[in-house]
């Protein structure tokens, strides 16, 4: 099948290509992001595969269906950058990939929380200059913290099972609990409230939905601990960032490790080093000496790489056949098990 694929980088064509030797699609890449302009770049390929901060609203889908896009095939596990409505309306099915290495985000997770607690950033840089003073470098055992799980699915339960090893408290939050969750020893479920009241470390697993766009705000971060460590490796609008800004100010929130931003299809993915960078908010957040901030690399391993490739290409040839699409993506997710305390 003829695939355009967007926003496609060198790590991305290595990949694809190399796993398509057992499926023999037709690949075009293009290095521009999917949006209003760039989707007549889509005419003649039924398959069209994009990635997180590539645009498919009613107005980009409008155009891919008109030049004969029938299927979005998602490079992705988040859908949050398509209009699924729209498309059912156009009859263009959309497909992602729903898990291809869970271990690869929640281990990023980690790597912001050991890397602001023991303030890894600052060390490396001070040592490479000869200073090898210990001042201003002071951590906290994670042994004995509490840390808030929000979001319990594949990625917050690497996530939790890791913080367990190293002897934490877990307190859980989502809106459709499992039963998985609660058999790691140290863990139950609790109301947001409770997480957000008694957490010394609350790291965000949760898709971003309408119902969960600025979860974090001004009302939620006053809820927290004083001196709390706050991570994000899901969607960047789950923290409406001018309440985090104002909270790291007040001391509120003590560390910020974020991987993800709200405006980051602007930023992210490109080498804008000898540019001029025109997000004020963005440039006031990485000027804090408590803030981390990476790049959208949570998913960037090799393992996850090669399992994207081979899921992306899977759901197409099982598109192309005419086979049912185990990893489409429907309008609405199905209804709550149970409903959260
Ligand atoms: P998942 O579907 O397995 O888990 C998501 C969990 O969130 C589920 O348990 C679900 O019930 C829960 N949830 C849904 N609505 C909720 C709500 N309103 N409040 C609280 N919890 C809610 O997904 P996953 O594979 O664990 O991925 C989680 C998120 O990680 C994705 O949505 C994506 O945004 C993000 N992600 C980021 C990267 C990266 O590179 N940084 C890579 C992959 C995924």
């Known amino acids: 099948m003829k695939i355009a694929f967007f926003s496609t980088k060198s790590y991305d064509r290595q990949s694809f290509e190399a796993v398509n030797a057992s499926y023999q699609h037709e690949l075009t890449f293009f290095d521009v992001q999917l949006n209003e302009k760039t989707a007549v770049l889509a005419a003649g390929f039924p398959a069209v595969c994009l990635f997180v901060n590539d645009t498919a609203d009613a107005a980009v889908l409008d155009v891919l269906a008109s030049c004969g896009t029938r299927l979005l095939a998602l490079r992705s596990a988040g859908f949050n950058n398509v209009d699924l409505q729209r498309a059912a309306a156009l009859g263009i099915k959309v497909v992602r990939v729903p898990a291809y290495s869970p271990y690869a985000v929640a ?90 009241s008694n957490s010394d470390i609350i790291s965000l697993h949760c898709p971003l939905l309408p119902e969960t766009r600025h979860l974090i705000n001004t009302s939620t971060i006053a809820q927290m601990k004083s001196g709390v460590m706050l991570i994000n490796t899901s969607r960047g609008a789950l923290i409406d960032t001018t309440a985090a800004i104002a909270g790291i100010k007040s001391g509120k929130i003590g560390y910020l490790g974020i991987d993800v931003y709200e405006q980051e299809d602007e930023l992210f993915f490109q080498d804008l080093s000898d540019t001029i960078i025109q997000d004020d908010t963005f440039q006031l957040l990485q000027s804090f000496p408590n803030v981390v901030i990476t790049a959208h690399q949570g998913f960037f391993t090799r393992n996850a790489l090669e399992n994207i490739a081979t899921t992306t290409l899977s759901n197409i040839t099982d598109f192309e056949r005419g086979q049912s699409l185990q990893n489409e993506v429907f309008e609405r997710p199905p209804a709550p098990l149970k409903a959260v305390v």
Do not use: W
């Open 107 to 196: 281990e990023h997770a980690v790597a912001l929380v050991l890397t602001l607690n023991r303030k890894l950033y600052k060390a490396y840089n001070r040592v490479r200059d000869d200073n090898f003073s210990l001042e201003g470098l002071l951590g906290f055992d994670l042994y004995g913290c509490t840390v808030g799980v929000v979001g319990t699915g594949k990625i917050g339960m690497v996530f939790a099972r890791i913080m367990h090893g190293f002897g934490c408290s877990l307190l859980g939050y989502d809106a459709y609990p499992n039963t998985q969750f609660e058999a790691i020893g140290s863990a139950r479920y609790a109301s947001l409230t409770e997480l957000l």
